[in-house]
């Protein structure tokens, strides 16, 4: 039989019996094993009757309500928690929505649920509506599985049964950039806005995120010193600033000031802070920026990630002379990561060009 607090009573009555020497026994009737005593009775042992079971029924009915925690007040909670206002806001955009669609499929469910590794099949077959996008599929597991650490951090759950899944996206995309070509490709398609993202990303090797919140400031005569997002703001991006990347912010400027001379002047819109804007001379969102890329590439038909400019910041470090460790420091990299860039990309140029100008030596 179960209870208010969801959890299984011992079925029936539970009769205890006390022996008292040269005495009559002592019969204690109780609603349930481990309940309140509903009857007292000396001698023969007491016969179960409709008063009786009415009695234990009452008792039950007394019972404090104890609401049964399931996702969705765990999810709540979560959201109210200190780790919650922790995280960086990019971190909650992405499990808000994540929160959003765990709630949308298990949040009526029971915790207690979440206590037998079964479930796992449960939020596999779930997780598998995105196997399309791997990488989503493993934002969906990893954003769970964060919710229901937090619940056993709390003593709500023991260790998370979804630890140990295995992620679905896989691919090393460590020693591959945008190539000339690609770039020349990508161009024709983006606009103006999204020209000068691409080009300022392969100068600086910022990450996306980091790029667009770029603020003029931090840029100096020789090298951009600003605390990033990574890390909650604790690290710091140290980039050398490139020749061409000083060129391409004058052009920005210039744009900039060449469209505000074109309007009245209670229309005219001051530089942003940023370095980078959309089409109304306003720092980008995320979403926004994320958007407008997306639309260019699959225009373009170009098979490249934004975050494969990092590559391509690399190897313009490389033919400025910098050497592996130089540049492994600057981007986060292990070296090995810049060495297999050397190898693939740099190396190979400059032996192709070489032999070009042994051959026109030839010639002449």
């Known amino acids: 039989m179960e209870g208010a ?10 009769i205890v019996r006390k022996l008292r020497k040269g005495q009559a026994a002592v019969w204690y009737v109780y609603a349930w094993r481990g309940g309140p005593c509903i009857l007292r009775a000396e001698g023969a ?7 009786l079971t009415d009695a234990a029924a009452e008792k039950r009915r007394e019972l404090p309500r104890v609401a049964v925690e399931t996702i969705d007040s765990l999810i709540e909670e979560f959201r109210r928690s200190a780790e919650w206002g922790r995280v960086s806001k990019a971190t909650r955009v992405n499990y808000g929505t994540w929160l959003d669609r765990i709630s949308a499929e298990f949040g009526t469910v029971s ?20 196997a399309h996008q791997p990488r989503s599929a493993d934002a969906a597991i990893t954003c769970f599985t964060r919710l229901l650490s937090w619940a056993h951090d709390r003593g709500k759950l023991p260790p998370s049964v979804l630890t140990g899944i295995d992620r679905l996206y896989e691919a090393d995309r460590s020693d591959v950039i945008w190539e000339a070509g690609d770039i020349a490709a990508f161009m024709p398609h983006a606009s103006v806005e999204m020209q000068e993202a691409v080009e300022l990303a392969s100068l600086t ?8 919140r770029l603020p003029w400031s931090a840029v100096g005569e020789h090298a951009i010193l600003w605390k990033t997002g990574k890390s909650k703001g604790k690290a710091t991006a140290r980039v050398p600033v490139l020749g061409d990347t000083q060129a391409l912010l004058q052009r920005i400027r210039d744009r900039h000031a060449a469209e505000m001379a074109g309007k009245r002047e209670d229309r005219r819109k001051p530089l942003p802070e940023t370095i980078l804007s959309n089409s109304h001379w306003q720092p980008w969102t995320p979403s926004g920026f994320g958007s407008r890329f997306n639309d260019a590439k699959i225009a ?20 400025a002379g910098l050497n592996d ?30 032999l070009g100008k042994r051959i026109a030596a030839a010639k002449v």
């Not at 607090?5 to 539970?14: I, Q, R, Y």
């Not at 090797?205 to 667009?212: A, K, Q, T, V, W």
């Not at 490249?304 to 590559?311: I, K, P, S, V, Y």
């Not at 990561?337 to 032996?351: F, G, L, M, N």
Request: glycine share 6%; hydrophobic share 45%.
């Open 5 to 14: 607090t969801g959890k299984l009573m011992v079925a029936g009555l539970h």
């Open 45 to 51: 042992r007491p016969k179960i009757t409709a008063a």
């Open 111 to 130: 915790l207690a649920v979440f206590t037998d590794r079964r479930v796992r099949q449960d939020v596999l077959a779930w997780r598998d509506r995105w």
């Open 205 to 212: 090797g910022l990450r996306r995120g980091d790029l667009i």
């Open 300 to 319: 373009s038909k170009v098979e490249r990630n934004f975050h494969d400019l990092r590559g391509t910041f690399a190897t313009r470090c490389m033919l």
């Open 325 to 354: 460790q130089e540049i492994a420091d600057i981007l986060g990299w292990k070296t090995t990561e810049v060495a297999a860039i050397r190898v693939k990309y740099v190396d190979q140029t400059r032996v192709v060009i070489e």
